[in-house]
């Protein structure tokens, strides 16, 4: 099982750079990147079911049944595993329901790609949890790396879940195109949801301190950085009154 966290490592590292060569070129083709000529879609609700599944079933899985720790969960591990859960929950079941918009497409090769990378990444993630040594012991909880990342990944996900909500709410009134979003980190960012991934998403590497924590966290900036460039350039383009200080992603820098 060891040779395949190292495969699947390895793999999400590749995977993360090739799509970061893709989208610097062209941003993923779903939501307003998606054009009319894009062939082989379905519904975006069932899309998100699906793609997002593999995230909690391939953790779990892995955790309790495929390459369980050896002296059994200990606190730490169960922590970052109902942490995990939770946050899965939110994205791949709570949020596609929380959308409003329920005619959107999406691609299904991006269904297949997600589907693909996220079985990956709940496999490695989970045999690292249940394999450090430092998540075997309770100690770990006074850990200043432990302490640090759960203050960050909290603030980030409270960043995140704002935006998703700022978002949804423009499409309140059953209205089915864009408008400029507005208040809390949309102050700062075009990709105020983004944002608060990739800080969440560092917090969580931290508090784990595993490799497959610190590669999920490049693989996002990876991914999400040049999608919010786009984003970014995007509103620049539609948008004339668009909000000058806005940056696309990091406040104040990018
Ligand atoms: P987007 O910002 O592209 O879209 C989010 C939702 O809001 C979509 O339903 C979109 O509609 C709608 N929306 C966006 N901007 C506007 C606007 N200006 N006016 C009205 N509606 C708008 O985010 P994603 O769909 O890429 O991501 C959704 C969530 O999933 C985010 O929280 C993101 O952080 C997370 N995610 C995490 C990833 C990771 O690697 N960990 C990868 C991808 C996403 P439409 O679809 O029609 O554009």
């Known amino acids: 099982m060891g040779t395949a966290y190292l495969y699947a ?49 391939a953790f779990a899985l892995t955790f309790w049944l495929l390459a369980p720790p050896a002296a059994g969960p200990a606190a730490p591990m169960l922590f970052i595993f109902c942490l995990w859960q939770a946050h899965y929950t939110y994205r791949g079941l709570i949020y596609p329901l929380r959308m409003r918009d329920r005619h959107r497409r ?82 700062y960012v075009s990709a105020a949801n983004y944002f608060g991934e990739i800080v969440f998403w560092a917090g969580f590497a931290l508090m784990c301190w595993t490799w497959a924590g610190l590669v999920f966290l490049l693989f996002t900036m990876a991914n999400l950085m040049p999608r919010a460039v786009a984003h970014h350039r995007w509103y620049r383009r539609e948008f004339p009154d668009y909000p000058k200080s806005r940056r696309a992603v990091i406040p104040g820098l990018l």
Do not use: C
């Open 9 to 57: 490592l390895g793999l999400i590292l590749l995977m993360g750079l090739g799509t970061l060569a893709t989208t610097l070129r062209q941003a993923g083709p779903y939501g307003r990147h998606m054009t009319e000529a894009q062939r082989g879609t379905m519904p975006a609700l069932p899309a998100w079911l699906l793609f997002e599944s593999p995230q909690w079933f």
């Open 106 to 187: 999406f691609p299904l090769i991006a269904v297949v790609m997600g589907f693909s990378f996220n079985l990956l990444n709940g496999f490695a993630n989970a045999y690292d949890v249940g394999h450090a040594g430092h998540l075997m012991s309770a100690d770990w909880f006074a850990d200043p790396r432990f302490l640090a990342g759960l203050v960050v990944a909290v603030i980030g996900w409270l960043v995140n879940f704002q935006a998703d909500s700022i978002l949804i709410k423009l499409r309140a009134d059953g209205f089915t195109g864009y408008r400029v979003p507005r208040g809390g980190a949309f102050r």
